[in-house]
């Protein structure tokens, strides 16, 4: 009877505690990423296997496996491979940079080559050329890097000056018209010094091929930083999206997190800039689109970012490839043509007009 009794009166076995779902909306979010890894693969693939020379897929793929020295499989197991990865590495720092500044600045128009970053970036190149003489890709970084902090920084002490403080639409006029200014005055020293043109013109016009020898080993540990320093910030920054009070309520160090983000846009964009030229819309039409996809969770925003923004600049080089076959335009000449309608439908919706 005691045992009967013990029995009837114990608790009940505990059930095995099963792992936690992802939500609903996370699954969607999960598929929707490896949906956009499958593109850049085959963004990838077109960039390798497309160009201004025709060549056969199965000279292609003998080109990635078993090279025998031909002109064919140097252009693709050389040339096409290098620019390749030079696309994707400059479409996740550009894409990523985009997005944390609309994330710091709150405002969906910001963008590395609007806000004045790129523009500095470029600008301290072009004068390091001109000046110094600076010719390979280890020397452009510093200059890059220097250049993209006082872009910045310019920028933002213009535009917080007067009444209003720094309101979005106040950085962006600002930014655009120091993005003109310097533009203007790195054309006019590359027109007056010959030498100086010829080593600028392309890297001006925005460019992933012809790049010096090491540019992807010198650009990469930069954009690797950039990106670490990037997911660090992604928490934070979804604090700061309600509010620098609110965010200080929760604890979070304001001043750290946008210093954070500072440093990962100057080494994303810096590197970026050294290797490619200043190209411009990729930071701002794929962080955008990305929204509609992930909401406001900027942890989503920098991953999608991190996927698509490298296939918008292969997409672009590829089609500069098609366009004026047997030559070539430099993507970033191709980039304005696919940005432009972009930032012409973020101004007229009433979201951009209300800025």
Same mark, same amino acid.
């Given at each position: 009877?005691?045992?009967?009794?013990?029995?009837?009166?114990?608790?009940?076995?505990?059930?095995?505690?099963?792992?936690?779902?992802?939500?609903?909306?996370?699954?969607?979010?999960?598929?929707?990423?490896?949906?956009?890894?499958?593109?850049?693969?085959?963004?990838?693939?077109?960039?390798?296997?497309?160009?201004?020379?025709?060549?056969?897929?199965?000279?292609?793929?003998?080109?990635?496996?078993?090279?025998?020295?031909?002109?064919?499989?140097?252009?693709?197991?050389?040339?096409?491979?290098?620019?390749?990865?030079?696309?994707?590495?400059?479409?996740?720092?550009?894409?990523?940079?985009?997005?944390?500044?609309?994330?710091?600045?709150?405002?969906?128009?910001?963008?590395?080559?609007?806000?004045?970053?790129?523009?500095?970036?470029?600008?301290?190149?072009?004068?390091?050329?001109?000046?110094?003489?600076?010719?390979?890709?280890?020397?452009?970084?510093?200059?890059?890097?220097?250049?993209?902090?006082?872009?910045?920084?310019?920028?933002?002490?213009?535009?917080?000056?007067?009444?209003?403080?720094?309101?979005?639409?106040?950085?962006?006029?600002?930014?655009?018209?120091?993005?003109?200014?310097?533009?203007?005055?790195?054309?006019?020293?590359?027109?007056?010094?010959?030498?100086?043109?010829?080593?600028?013109?392309?890297?001006?016009?925005?460019? *992933? =091929?012809?790049?010096? /020898?090491?540019?992807?080993? +010198?650009?990469? %540990?930069? !954009?690797?930083? &950039? $990106?670490? #320093?990037?997911?660090?910030?992604?928490?934070?920054?979804?604090?700061?999206?309600?509010?620098?009070?609110?965010?200080?309520?929760?604890?979070?160090?304001?001043?750290?997190?946008?210093?954070?983000?500072?440093?990962? *846009? =100057?080494?994303?964009? /810096?590197?970026?800039?050294? +290797?490619?030229? %200043?190209? !411009?819309?990729? &930071? $701002?039409? #794929?962080?955008?689109?990305?929204?509609?996809?992930?909401?406001?969770?900027?942890?989503?925003?920098?991953?999608?970012?991190?996927?698509?923004?490298?296939?918008?600049?292969?997409?672009?080089?590829?089609?500069?490839?098609?366009?004026?076959?047997?030559?070539?335009?430099?993507?970033?000449?191709?980039?304005?043509?696919?940005?432009?309608?972009?930032?012409?439908?973020?101004?007229?919706?009433?979201?951009?007009?209300?800025?």
């Amino acid at each position: 009877m005691p045992q009967a009794l013990a029995a009837a009166t114990a608790p009940p076995p505990a059930r095995p505690v099963r792992p936690a779902r992802p939500s609903r909306p996370g699954r969607r979010r999960l598929l929707g990423l490896s949906a956009a890894v499958a593109v850049l693969l085959v963004a990838v693939a077109l960039s390798v296997a497309v160009g201004s020379a025709m060549l056969p897929p199965d000279v292609v793929w003998q080109a990635l496996t078993a090279p025998d020295g031909s002109a064919a499989h140097a252009t693709v197991g050389s040339a096409r491979v290098d620019r390749t990865v030079l696309g994707v590495l400059v479409g996740v720092a550009l894409g990523v940079a985009g997005a944390l500044m609309q994330a710091l600045t709150r405002n969906p128009l910001a963008d590395p080559g609007i806000l004045g970053v790129n523009a500095g970036a470029g600008f301290a190149v072009t004068l390091g050329v001109a000046v110094l003489g600076v010719t390979r890709i280890e020397q452009y970084l510093p200059f890059a890097f220097a250049g993209a902090v006082a872009g910045a920084a310019v920028v933002h002490l213009v535009g917080s000056g007067g009444r209003g403080g720094a309101s979005p639409l106040r950085l962006t006029l600002v930014g655009v018209a120091f993005t003109a200014v310097l533009s203007g005055i790195s054309q006019t020293l590359a027109l007056i010094d010959t030498e100086t043109f010829d080593r600028m013109r392309f890297w001006e016009a925005g460019t *992933v =091929t012809d790049r010096p /020898g090491g540019t992807v080993t +010198a650009i990469l %540990p930069f !954009v690797v930083a &950039g $990106l670490v #320093v990037a997911v660090c910030c992604a928490r934070p920054l979804n604090a700061i999206a309600l509010g620098d009070d609110t965010a200080r309520a929760f604890g979070l160090r304001v001043g750290a997190t946008r210093a954070g983000v500072m440093l990962a *846009v =100057t080494l994303l964009c /810096g590197a970026a800039t050294a +290797a490619a030229g %200043p190209l !411009v819309f990729v &930071g $701002l039409m #794929v962080p955008h689109a990305v929204r509609r996809i992930t909401g406001p969770d900027w942890r989503w925003i920098l991953a999608y970012c991190a996927v698509l923004a490298p296939v918008v600049v292969l997409v672009a080089d590829v089609l500069g490839r098609l366009v004026v076959i047997p030559s070539e335009l430099p993507v970033g000449v191709m980039m304005p043509l696919v940005g432009a309608p972009v930032l012409i439908l973020l101004v007229r919706t009433g979201r951009a007009r209300t800025l």
